[in-house]
């Protein structure tokens, strides 16, 4: 049952320990790693945009619609991340969750997503047999987000679902994440 309309949530309040500085920060294509994150954000069928940061991680200025709004965290563990986005997200009827740390998806693929979801759970992306990002979480989904605790996201739930739609893409970019330095150099 749809209350209003989809949000996008962007995790970037990691450590990013395994990269060894601020790879938010992290330069790629003339601009910081997190900026192409969120521009895939905006290009989901959304109203907004919440950006989910740790103190002092500058989201930039953005102008035009959707709206991006941050929300500070000191916690870094991923289920605080989440938490903290999904319940920014007010009464919306999904959140597609992006990754700060992941530059490349493809910016149709979240209108694919809301085209398939229906009254599932969740709808994601799929390469090669293997899920992708951005996820996007019905309002359903919710509840139990809230119960997440440590380092851990979504997928323990959803891997024991049977109502999570699987989309079949043909970009392995919905994988691609940065974590160490060669990954930015990959990129």
């Not at 109502?163 to 970019?173: G, I, M, Q, R, T």
Request: aromatic share 4%.
């Amino acid at each position: 049952m749809r209350e209003g309309p989809f949000v996008s949530i962007v995790l970037a309040a990691g450590r990013a320990t395994r990269f060894g500085s601020d790879k938010l920060r992290a330069v790629l294509g003339g601009e910081p790693l997190l900026f192409h994150a969120i521009r895939a954000a905006r290009a989901a069928p959304v109203a907004r945009v919440i950006v989910v940061t740790r103190p002092g991680l500058a989201v930039g200025e953005w102008d035009g619609a959707p709206p991006v709004e941050t929300v500070s965290l000191e916690s870094a563990a991923l289920s605080d991340t989440l938490k903290a986005g999904i319940a920014a997200a007010g009464g919306a009827s999904g959140a597609f969750v992006f990754l700060g740390d992941m530059p490349r998806v493809p910016h149709g693929v979240a209108a694919r997503l809301a085209a398939c979801l229906g009254p599932a759970y969740a709808a994601m992306p799929c390469h090669g047999g293997r899920p992708g990002h951005p996820v996007l979480l019905s309002a359903c989904a919710f509840q139990d987000i809230a119960g997440l605790t440590g380092d851990e996201g979504a997928g323990r739930l959803l891997r024991r679902r049977d109502d999570v739609v699987l989309d079949p893409c043909a970009d392995p970019a919905i994988h691609f994440d940065v974590d160490r330095p060669e990954d930015l150099r990959r990129a």
